[in-house]
């Protein structure tokens, strides 16, 4: 089994920062795109920033430079740091890993189970 473990979400000023971790663990043999997802009430599911296992990174026009992703192989940990954040922020993220287990030849996805952000204006 694999589980995606996830911590740093709260309640921030408008302005501040927030770094978002998620760690990976179980019976992994390798794990290749991670990313971050994000929802806001009403509104769809959108992608927010991927990184692959090589470190090249893509990111969402409306947070391009102010959140930078970021991984750990070592540790099977993707990070998220949030800077000059806004209201808009404000949403229940997920991160996202295609996770290769041991002893199989295909990879899955997998979610963790989300974390608020949640910015003051």
């Known amino acids: 089994q694999v589980q995606l473990v996830e911590s740093g979400g709260g309640l921030v000023q408008a302005g501040g920062s927030l770094r978002l971790s998620c760690a990976a663990s179980?019976?992994?043999?390798?794990?290749?795109?991670m990313g971050w997802y994000r929802q806001a009430p009403g509104k769809q599911r959108e992608l927010v920033a991927t990184?692959?296992?090589?470190?090249?990174?893509d990111y969402a026009d409306s947070v391009k430079g102010r959140f930078t992703i970021s991984r750990n192989n070592a540790k099977n940990t993707v990070y998220l740091q949030m800077n000059s954040l806004k209201p808009a922020d404000t949403a229940v993220y997920s991160c996202?890993?295609?996770?290769?287990?041991?002893?199989?030849?295909?990879?899955?996805?997998?979610w963790g189970q989300g974390t608020q952000v949640t910015v003051s204006s």
């Open positions: 996202n890993a295609d996770v290769l287990r041991v002893g199989v030849v295909y990879s899955l996805p997998y």
């Open positions: 179980g019976s992994i043999s390798s794990i290749r795109a």
């Open positions: 990184i692959s296992s090589g470190g090249s990174t």
